[in-house]
């Protein structure tokens, strides 16, 4: 059986090299290097077992998830990453789990030349716990409190898919996997978050659902969002996955673990905004706009609409 020490050696032979580690894994701290007149941007996300992924997640996917979890936290504030920690608590020291559970941590850490620097490795249930670390420009930080009355409200590709997998996954029956792929290796949106950090007003990734993350951002900036469900763009998975059109509407709004990214630009922003999405091979939808007042206002063919509660069954037929 190997022990902690086996881990991280284990660890160390795989990470990123990066010139702004002066000292990596091995001594008591990291000594790391930030670029001159850059704010440092910190972000920190764990996953345990069974409520952050379902049972049944493969060590690589768990291990793509918990940094592109982290990734995307940096992508919704417009930062450049650049380092990682990482706290690993195991059942038992299991080399082959490490080792599968790194083939999807370094897999995406390789994308985005990220450095795992440092971390803790422990006995006790299965639980990923990611620091990373970025940088920002003073003052082009894409905060929640930025947005502004007049602004359009944009969300990236196709919000909903992981929720639809989770359902599908809950009921047991007809698992598609390209549905089950949006909910194990989100894609964090970096490079967009990067191109936006310009001239979006706020941004914020959609890890919650739609309707509650875009909330965060009308609450602290004061203002309110009003949102076409309908504008919403549908994956072909997710309309073969979800027919009863509120069932689907439900899951695109409210659904969690998209890790998509709901931002706000001014109107004379548009064709900006476009060029960014080309440029960072995503695409990006225009779903609402900003007014005076507070909250949240979604309408669906005209009316006022809000989420379904029951719908979840018709993922069972
Ligand atoms: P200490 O006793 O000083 O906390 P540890 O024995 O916990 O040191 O760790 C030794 C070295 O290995 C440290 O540099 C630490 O950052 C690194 N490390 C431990 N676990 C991990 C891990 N899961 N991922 C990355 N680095 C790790
Ligand atoms: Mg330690």
């Known amino acids: 059986m190997a022990g902690e020490f086996d881990l991280i050696d284990r ?10 580690v002066v000292l990596g894994i091995g001594d008591d701290a990291a000594l790391l290097q930030p670029p001159a007149g850059m704010q440092l941007v910190v972000a920190m996300d764990t996953l345990n077992a069974g409520i952050h992924f379902p049972h049944d997640t493969v060590p690589a996917d768990i291990g793509w998830k918990a940094l592109a979890v982290n990734l995307s936290d940096l992508a919704a504030m417009g930062a450049t990453p650049a380092w990682c920690t990482l706290s690993l608590s195991l059942p038992e020291p299991d080399v082959a789990w490490v080792d599968a559970f790194l083939d999807g941590f370094d897999a995406l ?6 450095a795992l620097v440092g971390g803790d490795t422990t006995r006790g249930p299965l639980s990923v716990c990611v620091t990373v670390f970025g940088f920002v420009s003073p003052d082009r930080a894409l905060r929640r409190d930025g ?9 990236s590709g196709t919000p909903g898919d992981a929720a639809a ?35 979006a007003n706020a941004a914020i990734d959609i ?13 602290a900036s004061a203002v309110c969002a009003e949102i076409d469900i309908d504008a919403l ?22 659904g969690g673990d998209d890790y998509e990214l709901c931002f706000t630009a001014p109107v004379s922003r548009r064709a900006a905004i476009a060029a960014a999405a080309l440029d960072a091979g995503v695409s990006v939808s225009r779903i609402g706009r900003l007014v005076e007042g507070q909250g949240v206002v979604a309408t669906a063919g005209g009316a006022l609409w809000a989420p379904v509660r029951a719908g979840w069954d018709h993922f069972a037929g």
């Open 109 to 114: 850490a390789r994308q985005h030349a990220v």
């Open 233 to 254: 763009p549908v994956s072909d998975a997710l309309r073969a996955a979800a027919s009863e059109p509120d069932t689907r509407r439900t899951l695109q709004a409210s």
């Open 165 to 199: 997998a989770l359902a599908q996954w809950s009921s047991g029956r007809a698992r598609d996997p390209a549905l089950r792929a949006r909910l194990d290796r989100p894609t964090p949106r970096v490079a967009l978050g990067l191109r936006l950090s310009g001239f």
């Open 11 to 20: 660890i160390r032979a795989r990470i990123v090299a990066r010139d702004d």
């Open 207 to 219: 890890s919650d659902g739609l309707l509650a993350d875009l909330a965060h951002v009308c609450r």
């Open 147 to 155: 947005s502004r009355v007049g602004d359009d409200v944009w969300v």
